[in-house]
């Protein structure tokens, strides 16, 4: 495109037309069309929202598995009239929009690399300009609510706004706790010039872990921690006094043992699949049932996203880091869909302009190409199962997952060498500032 479009007038003039002409469409779509443009979820919104304007708990909705924020969030939806039942998904999109607003701040500002507004202009782009982006949200999908609270958590981090940093921390995990990861990889990235131990004194006696302890402890980390844990401990007690034990399962407990029947793009779909198909009454000395499957699959996950890459990654390059924790958390995820796409896609705008995806248009364009059709081969498979009856689960469906997992650890593998070396050559002033 030609260099005038690259203005924050034109850009977001676009992504506004962009996304007005899909609410547009999904509204003739539903009118006329049996396949439906509006998202399932969204009627699980809307209705945990009629339920609260009755003076009733949302979590009599069945599958309502949320805060209680989105359905107060969600509550002129149960007004007369269809453009007030679109009301929430007019949100989602400004959501996006000022999400990648908040993209382009990043990227402007030191941590970013002071990048030139062109520039930060195309790569927020895109998020801006995605259509997978913009469809997913005016089909009625909340992720950009959570997309505004993670950028604008790692633009607090990274100018020390660390209360604000907090409050938007324990947010962002009240309302869908996977955010909780990227706390790991902020607390390294808050690190004092002092922490860092000099010399090879010994660490044994109890003077020297006190000595370690005390700069660990700088004030950047503690304002952090006691922010973010009141922000996440007052909304919890709030919610729990309206709405009871039903709050504490369905928003945070039934994510322990989900069992998601329905296929999806995980590697652990088909086995999940095959667990919920058993009576729990059945087999019960059996090897999946003493051992909880369900809830073993976060090792894996958790153990890779929130311990491992911040270890190594955090110290290094902050948006980066929380890419690769995103971009793991979602690839080794019990329940993946196209919507969990967006968790990591809000941050390759901060990855891309130091990615050997980019310097490598091969290697890029192959990355691109196995990703893509990986997903191909899957639904080719969910198509067949979905509208052809056709039971396509093994080997069909659960090949084709293994096959997009493994293309996303490849890419993985990739992200974590590339924010490896781009921290160790060009971020150790912003990392050591900050915690100060």
């Known amino acids: 495109m030609p260099s005038r479009f690259w203005t924050p007038r034109t850009v977001l003039s676009s992504s506004i037309a962009l996304r007005l002409t899909l609410l547009i469409y999904g509204l003739l779509q539903d009118a006329y069309s049996p396949l439906k443009y509006t998202d399932i979820d969204y009627l699980v919104f809307t209705d945990a929202a009629r339920y609260v304007s009755r003076g009733l708990s949302p979590y009599q909705r069945e599958t309502y598995r949320y805060t209680p924020l989105l359905a107060w969030l969600l509550l002129p939806t149960t007004w007369p009239g269809l453009a007030w039942f679109s009301f929430g998904k007019v949100v989602f999109s400004v959501a996006d929009i000022v999400a990648g607003w908040l993209v382009v701040l990043v990227l402007r500002s030191p941590a970013g690399g002071r990048m030139e507004m062109e520039r930060s202009l195309k790569f927020a782009s895109i998020w801006l300009l995605n259509p997978m982006v913009a469809a997913i949200s005016t089909r009625g999908s909340s992720e950009g609510l959570l997309?505004?609270?993670?950028?604008?958590?790692?633009?607090?981090?990274?100018?020390?706004?660390?209360?604000?940093?907090?409050?938007?921390?324990?947010?962002?995990?009240?309302?869908?706790?996977?955010?909780?990861?990227?706390?790991?990889s902020i607390v390294w990235y808050l690190e004092s010039p002092s922490s860092t131990p000099k010399g090879s004194s010994s660490l044994t006696s109890r003077s020297s872990y006190l000595s370690q302890l005390k700069p660990f402890l700088n004030p950047a980390r503690i304002t952090l921690a006691v922010s973010s844990l009141v922000t996440f401990t007052v909304l919890n007690i709030l919610m729990y006094s309206l709405y009871g034990q039903p709050f504490l399962q369905h928003t945070y407990l039934h994510h322990l043992t989900r069992i998601d029947h329905r296929h999806n793009f995980s590697p652990y779909s088909t086995l999940l699949y095959l667990s919920s198909s058993t009576p729990k009454s059945a087999n019960p000395g059996s090897f999946l049932r003493v051992l909880k499957f369900e809830s073993l699959a976060f090792i894996p996950q958790l153990g890779l996203s929130a311990v491992l890459i911040p270890l190594v990654l955090g110290r290094k390059d902050l948006p980066g880091t929380m890419l690769a924790q995103t971009w793991a958390f979602v690839g080794l995820n019990k329940v993946c869909t196209s919507q969990y796409f967006l968790w990591y896609i809000i941050f390759l705008p901060f990855y891309l302009p130091y990615s050997s995806f980019t310097a490598k248009p091969r290697l890029g364009i192959a990355a691109a190409v196995l990703w893509v059709g990986a997903q191909a081969l899957w639904l080719q498979q969910a198509f067949q199962l979905e509208f052809l009856g056709r039971s396509t689960f093994v080997p069909g469906l659960w090949m084709s997952s293994l096959a997009f997992y493994l293309v996303n650890m490849g890419i993985l593998g990739v992200m974590i060498e590339d924010i490896g070396k781009c921290g160790e050559q060009h971020t150790g002033n912003n990392v050591r500032e900050v915690g100060k």
């Open 147 to 184: 997309g505004v609270m993670v950028v604008a958590l790692l633009w607090a981090v990274t100018h020390r706004r660390m209360v604000l940093a907090g409050v938007l921390l324990g947010l962002a995990v009240h309302f869908k706790i996977y955010p909780f990861i990227y706390a790991s």
